[in-house]
């Protein structure tokens, strides 16, 4: 089924979870307050759907109610509490989605803090999410990962020489104000890159299920 249709009232839950992006629904209870994080690679966008939340990021504050946004860049240490006399149920998307999703601190780093030990498989909240632990044997999933890892190697050293000759082009063709050639040039570009970030996200998505297969076993619950 290609479209699916979800519902922040019912499903409270991870909804899409991909190396490009993790989408879900999230309630808290009036008072409850998240860990203070940053993500390493991840941007995270946040809506809120129905009550209040207080959000704290880099320090600064602000209370938002539904149809309110904010938005955390990557390295951005951030925290969400549910203010009022009533539940909040936000949805928020994470880009891209690659364990470890979440950094946590010691302490503030502009007060010292270092970075904890990575947490992997963090995210998967649980057993409601229906997201499965990878059955295939441990070695399996490493071996997966590697050859995704060679074929991208491979892919990104077979394709230099030709970016190299493609950006000349772009620069000689807009220097010259030759619209054709300039985007002939750029086209050459992209198709030498496309491959590049397709087997990027094959690499990305091997990862991602060692990181879960793993980080699961090692989780303390």
């Known amino acids: 089924m290609a479209l699916k249709v979800f519902d922040y009232r019912r499903d409270v839950r ?5 190396p490009e992006i993790r989408g879900r629904f999230l309630r808290m209870e009036p008072g409850q307050v998240a860990n203070r994080h940053s993500h390493d690679l991840g941007h995270e966008m946040f ?3 129905s009550g209040q939340c207080e959000f704290e990021i880099e320090g600064e504050r602000a209370i938002l109610g539904p149809g309110q946004a904010c938005f955390a860049r990557r390295d951005e240490l951030h925290q969400v509490r549910c203010v009022g ?3 909040m149920t936000m949805y928020l998307s994470v880009t891209p989605h690659i364990d470890p999703t979440h950094t946590f601190w010691t302490a503030d780093p502009k007060d010292g803090g270092v970075k904890e030990r990575p947490r992997y498989a963090g995210w998967r909240s649980a057993a409601q999410d229906g997201i499965a632990i990878p059955s295939e044997p441990v070695g399996d999933i490493v071996k997966d990962h590697l050859a995704a890892l060679r074929a991208l190697a491979d892919i990104v050293s077979a394709s230099v020489r030709a970016q190299e000759v493609a950006a000349d082009n772009v620069d000689r063709a807009t220097h010259d104000g030759n619209r054709e050639a300039t985007r002939d040039a750029l086209d050459a570009i992209w198709k030498e890159m496309y491959p590049i970030l397709k087997a990027t996200s ?3 998505e091997a990862w991602n299920t060692l990181a879960l297969k793993v980080g699961s076993e090692l989780r303390p619950d």
Do not use: F, G, R, Y
Not at 14 to 18: A, D, L, P, S
């Open 14 to 18: 991870n909804i899409v979870v991909t």
């Open 47 to 49: 809506l809120i759907l």
């Open 85 to 87: 006399d009533e539940p």
């Open 202 to 204: 094959t690499l990305s």
